[in-house]
């Protein structure tokens, strides 16, 4: 079976940054908006979500991240939604 992902557009560069990345390796990833629910993301049946964000040091106002974090997908975010996820499991976060 092959791998399949789907990447949250978060940011348009980051997101075909890591998509063309991804394809090279030989993994089919699938790119979907911002908007997209969980409910979408689980009727997909992926392997794993990425959530791509670009990097300006601030969490992102992205409502959907706890029903993403309850569908139970693996899940892996780069750039400010990390710092997204961070907040959203009850973290904190301080400057260095």
Known sequence: ?????????????TCHALARRLRADGTYCRI???TT?????LQAAPN???????????PLDFPQMMDYVQAGLPML??????LT????????????
């Open 1 to 13: 079976m092959q791998d399949y992902v789907i990447l949250v557009n978060l940011d348009n560069k």
């Open 85 to 96: 996820l961070c907040q959203t499991l009850g973290g904190e976060l301080a400057p260095k």
């Open 48 to 58: 794993g979500v990425l959530l791509a964000s670009g990097f300006t040091g601030q």
């Open 37 to 41: 629910t969980a409910d979408e993301l």
């Open 77 to 82: 975010c780069f750039g400010d939604c990390a």
């Open 32 to 34: 979907v908006p911002g």
